[in-house]
């Protein structure tokens, strides 16, 4: 069964704290994203991952960076917490785009909010 | 820069009535995929649609992609209670470096009522 698991469901910081979000995936992908859910603006893509230590800006990439030292974990990092990154921060991974059926495999999200 | 656009964006239904979400996209794209999200749980795929014309259906669920038209639907038939959730597609934006990156829709909130 596959698999995509985040280290916590729910998290309060305070502003101004650094912030790790880990993601796990058993699947042995090569690519891995983070997202961030909010109300009426769908799933927006921060950063993601094609390779071992390997990243791209997505669209909103202000205010995180990431890390990728293993091909099974892919880490969110917020240097600075802000009141405006409190969302639902949701992790997938994927095979590789190889012009097939590539889908995404979600993790169950992790609702940051911060203070 | 790709844009996907779903309406409605909150729909709300009785028992046993049809209806369509509309998937509207802004540039080529092949490849649409359709989630379900049940409230506070995470996406779970229901259907990839990989070429112009492809149909895929699931119970009382179908999809179907018009790439000419940029457009998709997801038609619900004789609803009932258990598809209440929010309904997202999404699209593979073009270009060789993409790496499947998908763009999605703002989300349809259905709520099914007896």
């Known amino acids: 069964d596959v698999k995509v698991t985040q280290s916590s469901r729910y998290l309060v910081k305070r502003t101004g704290e650094k912030v790790f979000l880990e993601c796990v995936q058993d699947m042995d992908h090569e690519n891995m994203f983070w997202y961030r859910q909010d109300p009426g603006l769908g799933l927006r893509l921060i950063y993601f991952?094609?390779?071992?230590?390997?990243?791209e800006k997505g669209d909103i990439p202000e205010g995180y960076s990431v890390s990728r030292e293993k091909k099974e974990r892919f880490s969110l990092i917020l240097e600075s917490a802000s009141t405006n990154q409190t969302s639902m921060y949701l992790c997938?991974?994927?095979?590789?785009?190889?012009?097939?059926?590539?889908?995404?495999?979600f993790g169950p999200g992790t609702r940051l909010t911060v203070l | 820069e790709l844009k996907v656009e779903q309406n409605p964006l909150f729909l709300s239904m009785q028992e046993g009535k049809n209806y369509t979400i509309y998937c509207n996209y802004s540039?080529?794209?092949?490849?649409l995929y359709w989630y379900r999200q049940d409230p506070g749980k995470s996406l779970e795929s229901l259907f990839v649609l990989l070429s112009n014309g492809a149909v895929k259906q699931e119970g009382r669920l179908m999809a179907s992609l018009d790439t000419k038209a940029r457009l998709s639907t997801l038609h619900i038939t004789a609803a009932v209670h258990d598809l209440s959730a929010t309904y997202f597609c999404a699209v593979v934006g073009a270009g060789g470096t993409s790496y499947g990156k998908l763009t999605f829709g703002q989300g349809t909130i259905l709520t099914v009522h007896p």
């Open positions: 540039t080529t794209s092949d490849r």
């Open positions: 991952s094609y390779d071992v230590k390997m990243k």
């Open positions: 997938a991974s994927s095979p590789p785009f190889t012009g097939g059926h590539n889908e995404q495999f």
